[in-house]
């Protein structure tokens, strides 16, 4: 019962993914950055401290992460468009509209 609930909350952004190229491709060049800044401190024996291209690397990789979350996240909760504002300004005038032509009608109507 909890994975099914887990699949149904993950629904929105595997189907995000799947439709978001910028978002796919952000993640995948955050997971390329990574990978090469995980081999690049595997290969130097120098302190990852004071390495400044992994460091750069990493940070490349947290900025690519970052925003296909962002993107993946952003879209899937967008709030709706308010719709009902304009929705009631055409009904305020079809009415207002109505009105008139009722009123002319009986006007021309009684003479």
Known sequence: ???SDTISRLTPYIEQLLEDDSARDNLRQGAAKLRGAYQRSQKRRV???NDK????QI????????????????DAQKPKKRRGRKLLALLTLGALGAGIAI???QDGSES
């Open 1 to 3: 019962m909890a994975s």
């Open 47 to 49: 302190k990852a401290a």
């Open 53 to 56: 291209k992994l460091r750069g």
């Open 59 to 74: 940070q490349g990789a947290t900025r690519s992460l970052a925003a296909g979350v962002v993107a993946l996240v952003g």
């Open 103 to 105: 009123a002319l009608n």
